[in-house]
């Protein structure tokens, strides 16, 4: 199985990029997560990587970070989840974003993603609760790695003053939340509980 590739980006076109080690150029499908973090090309970069093995095709999958490895692996696993959808999932949100989901049950947030649905939401929400590291979930958890989105810390927050999470979810789901601030977010909430 092939871990991990360090070598020079030779070609980028979204999501495929081909990654040169040693002369061998590697075709390796990514997230747009990953993608958007790419250095130009003829630099150096560091991937983790995970290799598909199909009956028609091999298929190498690489992730800036090992969490998104991680994520992407146990989302394989998931009866009626492929690749493509684990791959939408990075793309559209980060590991934290989604853990968060997992968390309270925010399946109208999964269904945003491309391909997501209703049924595959809520499948994900069952079987992903028991993956997930809680550790790196919920208020004052200062050592996730990626910045949450402000819906995102307006939900920890409104759990944090006493709303169950599928509340939360119903109250902010309603919303239109594009381009405010957490701040904003949590007193429209506020707002709405109280009529």
Known sequence: MIGSLRGKLTAKHAPQIIVECQGVGYEVETP???????????????????????????????????????LFRTVLRISGVGAKMGL?????????????????EDAAMLVKIPGVGKKTAERLIIEMRDKIDKTDIGPGAAKVAVEASPRSEAVDALVTL????????????????????????????????AQ
């Open 162 to 193: 006493g709303y169950k999470a599928n509340e939360v979810n119903k109250l902010i789901g309603a919303m239109d939340v594009e381009g405010k601030s957490a701040e904003d977010i949590i007193r429209l909430a506020l707002r709405q509980a």
């Open 32 to 70: 747009m997560s990953t993608f958007l973090e790419l250095p130009s090309i003829g630099k150096d970069l560091f991937l983790h990587t995970h290799l598909l093995v199909r009956e028609d095709a091999q298929i190498l999958y690489g992730f800036s970070s090992e969490e998104e490895r991680s």
């Open 88 to 104: 939408a999932i990075l793309s559209a949100m980060s590991v934290s974003d989604f853990n968060r989901c997992v968390q309270y």
